[in-house]
């Protein structure tokens, strides 16, 4: 994740929310059948110290935070 241009690592762990272990809830796969959206959406609450923190989810924003680059 990025701030201003500096790298910060961030380590988040693979386990997502599900019921009873058999589904995940409040996600999906991606259509090639990964799950790199939820865990990134960890990464990003974890970085800003809590969910309710993040900012609306912007795309530009989001895209700005990975990889450290301005997309607008």
Same mark, same amino acid.
């Given at each position: 994740?990025?701030?201003?241009?500096?790298?910060?690592?961030?380590?988040?762990?693979?386990?997502?929310?599900?019921?009873?272990? @058999? @589904?995940?809830?409040?996600?999906?796969? @991606?259509?090639?059948?990964?799950?790199?959206?939820?865990?990134?959406?960890?990464?990003?609450?974890?970085?800003?110290?809590?969910?309710?923190?993040?900012?609306?989810?912007?795309?530009?924003? @989001?895209?700005?935070?990975?990889?450290?680059?301005?997309?607008?």
């Amino acid at each position: 994740m990025y701030m201003y241009g500096v790298a910060h690592k961030v380590v988040v762990d693979d386990k997502l929310a599900s019921r009873g272990g @058999s @589904s995940v809830i409040l996600t999906r796969k @991606s259509p090639n059948g990964a799950w790199w959206s939820p865990i990134m959406e960890k990464a990003g609450g974890k970085y800003y110290g809590a969910f309710e923190q993040m900012n609306g989810g912007w795309m530009d924003e @989001s895209i700005y935070a990975l990889v450290g680059v301005p997309s607008f």
